[in-house]
């Protein structure tokens, strides 16, 4: 990792600020734009914006430049703080690196330390963030990419908060300074929001309410903030740690192979006695994770393999529910379009269909199971939109995501027992013994 020359001078402020966001980046031009206004838009609390760019190949180096480039402008408008020339700005995001602009922070209070106290957190802001620029190093082999770009991003953070978030997310005003002090409320040492989960295309409407239902089941954030449960789970598109816990555990360092670096976080911490906290994170941020079927389908390639214990049993059970639909799909349309078959008199629905009337009774039954069928699936599909914090209209539509979320399951234990996983442009080869390294988390997770 390449520091522009004169980076001391661009860094330097009379307190360390409460919380350092890092934001890892790959590729991210069509997001990263709203996820950094939604940044430092935030009040209430003293922080650094730190973007850490995995080798991207699209604007996104750009796009997290030009906010660097907006803040230097304020300072050169207002007279305040350090400013540099728009040369040597330039020189330094080609020489690659580290870009920052820093206007004067407030004095800390007196008897007090910005790095162990939130004495911020409810007060007014009085000074924009600073803002970083930085280029993750090379990839080691053994890393995954997410893994180095965070690391890369928590070795220059100066907060006693670390909140690692991903640059899909958009955060709501006031989130930040709310989540350090519901963490010090709870005494925990990492917390971790669930967004508010975006979906835009049919099949984004379809899947992630079942997938999300299901994660939810599998990990009750009742019995992850239990610390007498071996459950742990967070969520990284918004993982708030502290400086303490993060270095006590040895940060990303420890997990650095994981392709499932949230949960394995949130295990190192609870299982190093420190306390964590996890929740349904609606009022705090919300995120579009996939903007594609096909994202969509590499993404949970990726991860679901490794979020369920038996992804089989899991694809079985939902494709026994999705014959279950098909079969009432199925009769609907008979009776409705072609009435039964072989029936002489006429159609109950349609009247040019002929029925008989001894066949009546029968007919009767054959309505009510397939009613009794639907409204049962219905149910299902609103309980599991409702449990995953979806809008209800949702209902009807993720009635169809079952066979797609076992489709998906059987494709990520697929490729994950061949030990081979894309992402992000990049192929992750594992061996058996790794895979299994990875998957032991649900030994006690379940």
Known sequence: ??????????????????????VPARNEEACLSSCLESLIAQTGIDFEIIVVDDASTDRTVEIASSFVSRELMTVEATGKGTTYSRAEHHRNMINGTAVSRALPAPEAPHGEDARSSTVHVGADALVRPDIYVISAPPLPGSWTGKNNAMTAGAKIAKGNWLLFTDADTVHKPGSLARAVAEAEQHGAALLSYSPEQE??????????????????????????????SPIAAANGQYLLISREAYDAVGGHTQIASNLLEDVAMARLVKSSGRKIFFRYGGDAVRTRMYRSFAQMREGWTKNLALLFKDPVRMAAHYLIESFVLLGVVSGVIQIALLGPPNVPSQSVVLPHYPISDRYFPLLKWWLGGVLFLFVYLLSRSIWRVMK?????????????????????????????KRGLVDWK??????????????????VRAI
């Not at 992630?208 to 954030?221: G, N, R, S």
């Not at 809008?391 to 399951?409: E, K």
């Open 1 to 22: 990792m390449t520091l522009a020359k004169g980076r001391k001078r661009f860094m330097s402020r009379k307190s360390n600020p409460v919380t350092s966001i890092i």
């Open 199 to 228: 979906v835009h295309g049919f099949w984004e409407k379809a899947v992630m309410p079942v997938i999300f239902a299901e994660l939810a089941k599998t990990y009750p954030p009742a019995k992850v903030n239990d610390p007498a």
């Open 388 to 416: 995953a914090h979806f809008p209800p209209r949702l209902s009807v539509t993720s009635m169809l995501g079952p066979p797609v979320f076992a489709y998906l399951l059987l494709r990520s234990r697929h490729f994950c």
């Open 425 to 442: 442009e990049r192929a992750y080869v594992y061996s058996a013994e790794e895979i299994e390294g990875l998957k032991k988390p649900h």
